[in-house]
């Protein structure tokens, strides 16, 4: 090829050759499947299973410093430390990242602004996630995000610059391209059960917290359509609810009260909620132990079950979350600052970190600065 040729030819670019039939529409807003409302109501506000267990893990994962390095060495001074440490005026940098992983596991998405000035990155706002609209690109991928409040849309382009405006965090889903999959979709069966025995415990207790019995008309005699009425009324209103309990109930007419009792297959119910409860930890990964849900013995101990949480939930969805905020924010500064994860002052840890320490500080065939290194620390220089 001539040098002509090569000056004026286009210039290549990366890209998947089967992106671009994930969005046959390119340009338009691709509307999430479900419905964040719903997963909300019914789960993190009606069900006290979920909102612990995303409490326990947004409180638990933002709980966990974060550090920066430059060149190997801490930068606690640094631009990205501070943004990190205060992300906008009305949150500290562990409030956002609580609020950031409650939305990851109420709406399995997460969005995060980066509101610049004089091309530095001054703030960070996290985006309601269903209030935001993926805009898929000609080749398939995101390349805009709408944010609609009350009728009115911002279309948030990622654009060119060195920074994209909008970071989506998205917990993996098997058969969706652009959104993530809450556990709350995936436990929606076990909350609506555990819901619905909440529910049957309510009306069993308003109840007079028994069964209910039966009217039985002895010597063959028959009530008129008036006279049921009456008395159905009658029992309505003076005979249940819970300020109603225990109250005496006077029958004339030849009406005899029959009560009802639950046989133990009826009462198999109670088994039946705390096997949902289980069901609904365990889509969100948590021990059941950590919760007090009853019949749970697979952990000796609570301790155990603690550090299988940090091990399994915590510390990955951690080092996922710091990973992915370096990779956007990083390419903004000159010097290429990296976000690490200290998990060396996580007390459920300590037992693993003493291990470490021992197996290192006994190796023999490493140097001073090795064992320092491999424990994540500096080189004394």
Known sequence: MSLIARLFRAPEAKASRVASLIALDPGRPRWSPRDYAALAREGYAANPVVHRCVRLIAEAAASVTWRIYVDGREAPD????????????????QGFR????AFQFVAGNAFIEA????????ELHLLRPDRVKVVPGPDGWPQAFDYTVAGTTVRLSQGDGAIPPVLHLALFHPLDDHYGLSPSEAAAKAIDLHNAAAGWNKALLDNAARPSGALVCSGGATLSESQFERLKVELESGFSGAANAG??????GGLAWQPLSLSPKDMDFMEAKNAAARDIALAFGVPPMLLGIPGDNTYSNFAEANRAFWRQSVVPLVTRTADALAAWLSPGFADAPRITVDLDEVPALAEDREALWRRVGTASFLTDDEKREALGWEPRG
């Open 78 to 93: 640094h631009a990205l430390a501070q943004l990190l440490q205060r992300p906008n005026p009305r949150q500290s940098g």
């Open 98 to 101: 609580e609020a950031l992983h």
């Open 115 to 122: 509101v610049a000035a004089m091309s530095a990155v001054r």
């Open 247 to 252: 109250r005496p109930l006077l029958l004339e």
